[in-house]
């Protein structure tokens, strides 16, 4: 099957910095995407990326859809104590039964 | 809108017994899908549906079974628990044509 590595699998920042963390894929995905856990929560939807080179911002959070369309970084600026939580990325390689492949997560800690 | 909602939260199982995760959503998506997370392990598709009736296996589908009699509702049931299938398990759905998916918030598994 299709495999998605993440990295890295954990940080550990002061309130603050910039955060940046990333994915890459065996195979090509048509769809990237950015979600967020918080403890004893499902993932959130962060950013959702449809085209290749497409870069998307939603308030302090950047992500980028790689031009090989196998990659994607995130990136988080200034980061916040409520950053905290497990950021996964999922790709969505087309097809009719629309399933996504998961990262294994980036677990973040922001020491205030 | 609830979204998608999962019942129970929480639960504790005996080996051999069984039971059923209920998964319901109201935003009328036609696909939906059951997760399994282990710590440092990312999301693992179980069985998913493509809508009512249709239904196929994911990637970790052995211990599981699923039904999808209706669009709103897809439970997942455990016939002989195993220790193997202590998780949190996660029900999502997808609209058509929109990239991604919306998560419940989890039922958190232990077998014992």
């Known amino acids: 099957g299709q495999q998605l590595n993440q990295s890295p699998q954990s940080m550990f920042i002061q309130e603050g910095e910039d955060v940046s963390m990333n994915c890459t894929s065996s195979s090509i995905f048509n769809t990237w995407l950015w979600y967020k856990q918080d403890p004893g929560e499902g993932p959130v939807l962060l950013i959702a990326?449809?085209?290749?080179?497409e870069l998307t911002s939603n308030g302090r959070l950047t992500a980028q859809f790689g031009i090989t369309r196998k990659d994607s970084f995130l990136n988080i600026s200034a980061s916040i104590p409520s950053d905290v939580g497990i950021y996964f990325c999922?790709?969505?390689?087309?097809?009719?039964?629309?399933?996504?492949?998961f990262g294994k997560g980036t677990l973040l800690t922001v020491n205030p | 809108n609830a979204g998608v909602t999962q019942t129970p939260k929480f639960r504790i199982l005996k080996i051999g017994q069984s039971m059923t995760l209920q998964c319901t959503q109201d935003?009328?998506?036609?696909?939906m899908y059951w997760y399994r997370q282990d710590p440092g392990m990312g999301l693992k598709l179980i069985y998913y549906s493509v809508g009512a009736g249709i239904t196929d296996k994911g990637e970790v589908p052995n211990g599981y079974n699923v039904s999808r009699s209706t669009t709103e509702d897809f439970p997942l049931r455990l016939e002989l628990a195993a220790p193997s299938q202590t998780s949190v398990y996660f029900c999502a759905s997808r609209g058509t044509g929109t990239g991604w998916a919306f998560f419940g918030q989890g039922t958190r598994l232990t077998v014992v």
């Open positions: 990326l449809y085209k290749a080179g």
């Open positions: 999922a790709g969505d390689s087309g097809g009719s039964n629309y399933k996504l492949t």
């Open positions: 935003m009328n998506h036609n696909y």
